[in-house]
């Protein structure tokens, strides 16, 4: 019996257990929310792998000589009917997926499996709802033409017994009978295997990201009246300041971090880039002038998916907003080494009264810094759209540097 070329049953099989793959995942994909962020990039690069493929597969169809149709009449027909059907499936899903995220009001860059880019296609924003529809509709005729071919499939080798499938084995093999065709079922179960943990209970408490050591409890949380001898330390009059208060370098090597809640889980970040300028006399906080600058493009949490958001519109606006700003004149102290300073917080043009709580370890000209905030996103429009509705509504921010005064 004639059988299709190796370089096609390679392929026809690979394709059969990414598309079984693809089907277990897609089902899931809705009900994940931000849990399933990772699952939908797999998702991408997954399709687009079966649209080369599949491209691949056509011309090889046309390169290399195909065996004869063993049936005719209607049966025949309806087998060729499904064949084609399932070559537009193979190419429609992909490239209706490929115009859903490139028409996306959030725009979502794709790294093919984390490493190469996939430029958006050049499509109006009033094509999403069309990509988007039309990309689910192919996927459930392509289930159902994926069913046929596999039941036809059935038929010739159980039902008519006229070796069909063996057209399909590189050889006539009983191992490679069965291996070939588990890889559809080891698809189906990868793609439920990789499928993130069920999201808590609604019910449940989100666990708050732990903040460094000696770290004061987040701004905007009342204090509870001090002890009588907290009392009297702070009663204690000051003693007058000798002189202007210091100006202070940050040293290389500091860091600010925030940590947010997602669905249950913890997503944390940094900034590379910001600078400080600092004057203050830590024995007369009153006289603090403090001033933050975050280059909020150089935001990452380490994730290139999640870092090709950050600059859009949805979080931090950066080609409108490149900076974020905090600004303080003058500090209180809290207890020992630590203090409280309170001004202001300019972020992606909206600015806010904002608190943030630091300790001083260290004497002389070198001191270590290291304090936190918590910040309300939404007060800011930070988080805005529809890939952030898992999000926790408040941002815990911490820092920690080494400062030395300057001569």
């Known amino acids: 019996m004639q059988r299709y070329s190796l370089v096609a049953i390679i392929l026809h099989w690979a394709i059969a257990a990414l598309l079984a793959f693809q089907i277990s995942v897609g089902w899931a994909l809705e009900d994940l929310g931000a849990r ?151 698809g189906l179960v990868v793609g439920k295997a990789i499928l993130p943990a069920p999201a808590p209970k609604a019910a449940a408490a989100v666990e708050a990201p732990e903040t460094p050591e000696n770290i004061a409890e987040p701004a905007n949380v009342v204090e509870p009246a001090p002890d009588n001898a907290a009392a009297n330390a702070t009663d204690a009059a000051p003693e007058e300041p000798v002189g202007p208060p210091p100006a202070w370098t940050v040293q290389p090597g500091g860091k600010i971090g925030f940590s947010v809640g997602n669905d249950g889980q913890t997503i944390s970040g940094s900034f590379a880039k910001w600078t400080a300028a600092i004057v203050m006399d830590p024995d007369h906080p009153e006289s603090a002038d403090i001033k933050v600058t975050i280059d909020m493009a150089s935001a990452s949490v380490g994730d290139a998916y999640q870092d090709g958001m950050l600059p859009g519109d949805e979080f931090f606006a950066v080609a409108s907003h490149p900076t974020a700003t905090f600004t303080a004149k003058g500090a209180e102290k809290t207890g020992a080494n630590a203090y409280r300073a309170t001004g202001t917080l300019s972020l992606k043009g909206v600015a806010k009264p904002q608190t943030i709580r630091f300790t001083l370890s260290g004497d002389g000209a070198t001191r270590k810094v290291s304090g936190a905030a918590t910040i309300a996103r939404a007060a800011f429009g930070v988080g805005n759209g529809e890939s952030s509705g898992g999000l926790a509504p408040q941002v815990a921010l911490t820092f920690a540097f080494t400062a030395r005064q300057k001569d």
């Open 36 to 186: 399933g962020f990772a699952l939908y990039q797999w998702h991408k690069s997954v399709g687009i792998t079966i649209l080369a493929l599949t491209l691949l597969r056509i011309v090889v169809r046309y390169w290399k000589p195909r065996p004869a149709k063993l049936e005719g009449g209607w049966q025949g027909a309806l087998a060729s009917g499904v064949h084609v059907g399932l070559y537009a499936f193979m190419l429609g899903a992909p490239l209706t997926g490929w115009a859903l995220v490139s028409t996306a009001k959030v725009k979502v860059p794709t790294l093919l499996f984390g490493v190469l880019p996939l430029p958006h296609l050049p499509l109006p924003a009033s094509a999403h709802e069309l990509a988007e529809g039309s990309h689910g509709l192919i996927a459930w005729l392509g289930i159902a033409l994926f069913l046929l071919h596999v039941a036809g499939a059935l038929r010739h080798h159980f039902l008519m017994r006229d070796g069909l499938i063996w057209r399909m084995i590189p050889g006539r093999s009983t191992a490679l009978l069965i291996a070939l065709p588990a890889l559809i079922l080891l």
